[in-house]
C-alpha cells in the first residue's frame, strides 16, 4: 500500500470558516500575531492571551469539517495517509483522520509552563489560576513563533517514506513548515492545491511537481478521486 503524506496549512480550515494570517492583513481574529502567539505576548499579557485562545476554542464547537477534511478521510480507505497539519484545530481528527501529527500544536490541549511534557486534554476555558499536577500555571499547548517545533523530527521522518505528498492551503512562508515536502524522494509526485499558489524555490526546482490552482474543498476530492482511480 503506497503512503500518502498530506501537509495542510490555513487554508483548508478558512473553507470551514476559521480566519487565517492572509486573509486578515497579518492580524489573527483582529490581533497583531505576536501579541498572541509568541513567549514575549505571553509575558507581557497573559490574560489576554488566555482570552484569545479561549475564543478560539469556543469557535471549534461552531464550526464542522469540509470537503476537504473529508475527501483526505476517503483517501485511507486505499492507501496508508499521514497527515501533518500546520493547524491547531481538531477538524482532521473530527472527519475522521486516524494519523494527524500537529507541528503547531492544538486547541484542546494545554501545557504547564515549567514541564512541557505534562500536556492534559481541555475543552473549555483556561484560566490563570489553572494549575497542573505539580502546581505551575498552565499555557496553551501551541508553538508560538520563535519556540521550538518538537514534532518537525517525525514530520521529516514520515516525509522521507512518502510515496506521494499533497500540500493543502498553505502560502509556503511559514518556516520549517514550508519546506517539509523537500524531505520527499526526488521522483516522488507533489500536489499542491491553493487558491492563491505561493511560487518559491523549492516549487521551481523540484521534479513533479504540479499546482492545482483552487480552493481545497474543490481541489481536494477532484484530486483524491484522480489518486483513487489510478492507484
Not at 483582529?30 to 509575558?43: F, I, K, T
Not at 518559491?200 to 477532484?222: D, H, L, W
Request: net charge negative; proline share 5%; glycine share 6%.
Amino acid at each position: 500500500m503506497k503512503t500518502i503524506v498530506i501537509m495542510t496549512g490555513a487554508g483548508i480550515s478558512a473553507e470551514s470558516g476559521i480566519r487565517t494570517f492572509r486573509d486578515s492583513n497579518g492580524l489573527w481574529e483582529d490581533h497583531e500575531v505576536m501579541d498572541v502567539a509568541s513567549p514575549e505576548g505571553w509575558a507581557r499579557d497573559r490574560e489576554m492571551v488566555l482570552r484569545f485562545y479561549n475564543a478560539r476554542r469556543a469557535q471549534l464547537k461552531e464550526v464542522e469539517p469540509n470537503a476537504a477534511h473529508k475527501a483526505i478521510r476517503s483517501l485511507e480507505d486505499h492507501f496508508d495517509v499521514q497527515v501533518i497539519t500546520q493547524n491547531v484545530d481538531d477538524l482532521h481528527e473530527r472527519a475522521g483522520s486516524r494519523n494527524v501529527l500537529h507541528l503547531h500544536g492544538e486547541l484542546k490541549k494545554v501545557r504547564s509552563t515549567v514541564n512541557e511534557h505534562l500536556i492534559y486534554d481541555w475543552t473549555e476555558d483556561l484560566n490563570s489560576g489553572d494549575l497542573c499536577e505539580d502546581g505551575h500555571p498552565l499555557r496553551p499547548h501551541i508553538v508560538w513563533f520563535g519556540e521550538a517545533v518538537p514534532m518537525l523530527g517525525e514530520a521529516i521522518r514520515l516525509t522521507r517514506g512518502a510515496d506521494i505528498v499533497i500540500v493543502i492551503g498553505t502560502s509556503l512562508q511559514v518556516y520549517p513548515a514550508a519546506s517539509l515536502f523537500g524531505y520527499a524522494p526526488s521522483a516522488v509526485p507533489v500536489y499542491y492545491i491553493d487558491r492563491d499558489p505561493a511560487e518559491t524555490p523549492e516549487t521551481k526546482i523540484r521534479p513533479n511537481f504540479e499546482v492545482i490552482a483552487s480552493t481545497a474543498v474543490a481541489g481536494v476530492p477532484e484530486l483524491a478521486k484522480r489518486l483513487i482511480n489510478h492507484q
